[in-house]
């Protein structure tokens, strides 16, 4: 048997949503498994593109041990296979490469086990292993998701149990992503964050995340600048990126309808218009930024689908 699976890149939060909203982007890993014939053959992974070099090859692999994952659950042995990762999403940038990973993860070793598990299960185990759905669940599903976890007794443990609703992006809308060297793991982006957020942050957060998905919804785009402001994540991480505000000035005096970090960083998001964004904008955007930090830059288009699957031959 031959499985290819392609997911998608995902730019998480926009903003305000912490934790809770993301959006599938046209940029792809891809992920061939093959079962091994023989029994003595050994695990073999083999890693090309983007952070290949940071990507274990062994059973650390998260793709694996979401692999693993899945096969426990079902009480499957797990067979001895061949893994060949194409990575294109940059990895620590914010662009959802481990949620990529782990839903791969799962869809392969659901595959594996026959197709036991529904699509919502395998949401909830990726989400268990990531920590949270903002990323997996566009990832998996694509389009603009808005989704929270519940945790809820199974037994004596306690699972995450995933809801969410799936809207689509407005299809004269772009991202341009910018990209900078600096590698933002999730843990250190995590670890800036304060354990206690003021009442009123909270609430211009609120205000803010209903505001910003309305307006892209109801396409009233003179709205989004205002409503990407985000109270909760991103003051604290600008330690970590002291020329994020930076960037967003740029962009945002650029014709960027709203600007945010993506996920948790160091990547930028900008939202455009695809009538205003062209080469000028972006090599103009990427020179003035260039004076603070070296970054590249990515345009990409929204994306409907999630995880895609092909397979070839049988168990």
Not at 181 to 195: D, F, G, H, Q
Not at 288 to 299: A, H, L
Request: proline share 4%.
């Amino acid at each position: 048997m031959k499985i290819q699976i392609k997911v998608p890149a995902t730019s998480a939060n926009l903003g305000p949503g912490f934790d809770c909203l993301g959006v599938a982007l046209e940029l792809y890993n891809e992920f061939k498994l093959e079962i091994l014939k023989t029994k003595n053959e050994k695990l073999k992974i083999e890693v090309e593109g983007e952070g290949a070099e940071f990507i274990e090859k062994d059973e650390k692999n998260i793709v694996y041990k979401s692999i693993k994952k899945v096969c426990d659950i079902c009480k499957r042995p797990i067979p001895k296979i061949s893994l060949k990762i194409v990575s294109r999403i940059p990895v620590a940038r914010g662009l959802g490469s481990s949620a990529s990973a782990r839903v791969a993860g799962v869809v392969l070793g659901n595959v594996l086990c026959g197709k036991k598990l529904f699509q919502d299960e395998l949401i909830n185990i990726a989400t268990e292993l990531e920590g949270h759905p903002d990323n997996v669940v566009p990832a998996m599903v694509g389009g603009l998701c808005v989704s929270r976890k519940f945790d809820h007794k199974v037994q004596k443990f306690t699972k995450a149990q995933i809801k969410y609703i799936k809207l689509t992006m407005p299809k004269d809308l772009v991202a341009l992503i910018l990209v900078p060297k600096i590698c933002v793991s999730t843990e250190m982006a995590r670890n800036v964050l304060p354990k206690v957020i003021d009442f009123k942050s909270a609430t211009k957060n609120i205000g803010n995340v209903s505001m910003l998905i309305s307006s892209i919804i109801k396409q009233k785009y003179d709205y989004i600048k205002f409503f990407m402001e985000d109270f909760l994540h991103q003051p604290f991480r600008k330690k970590l990126m002291p020329w994020m505000y930076d960037i967003f000035k740029i962009c945002l005096e650029n014709k960027s309808l709203g600007v945010a970090l993506s996920g948790s960083g160091s990547s930028v998001f900008a939202l455009y218009n695809k009538k205003e964004l062209n080469t000028n904008i972006t090599e103009k955007i990427k020179k003035s930024v260039g004076k603070k930090i070296n970054v590249e830059y990515k345009i990409l288009n929204f994306v409907e689908d999630g995880v895609r699957e092909s397979i070839q031959g049988g168990m």
